[in-house]
Nanobody, 128 residues
């Protein structure tokens, strides 16, 4: 099993920045791709960004491109989501996810079912 714990959420003004962290523990050797999703109040959980097992491959939802950066530090078993130029519509609970599958397929990695493990989420609130 793998446990994921997110941190770094909070309240920020529009235009500000936040860095989310996701620390993995347990059978971390089984983790390949990792991703971030978010769920706004009353909305479906949506894909934000993903990073491959080596960190060389990344992919972003259109809403995140140019503003968010995903990265990973395997020595620390941690994945990050640096968010800048935040907008009120970025307000959501952000979830970290990890997949055991060694697959890099853009359509697949955007699907919730691709991921085997999920964190509990961290709230991000962007005020206008």
């Amino acid at each position: 099993q793998v446990q994921l714990v997110e941190s770094g959420g909070g309240l920020v003004q529009a235009g500000g920045s936040l860095r989310l962290s996701c620390a993995a523990s347990g059978r971390t050797f089984s983790i390949n791709a990792m991703g971030w999703f978010r769920q706004g109040l009353g909305k479906e959980r949506e894909f934000v960004a993903a990073i491959g097992w080596s960190g060389a491959n990344t992919y972003y939802a259109d809403s995140a491109k140019g503003r968010f950066t995903i990265s990973r530090d395997d020595a620390k078993n941690t994945v990050y989501l640096q968010m800048s130029s935040l907008k009120p519509e970025d307000t959501a609970v952000y979830y970290c996810a990890a997949s055991r599958l060694r697959i890099w397929s853009v359509p697949t990695l955007q699907q919730r079912g691709f991921y085997n493990y999920w964190g509990q989420g961290t709230q991000v609130t962007v005020s206008s």
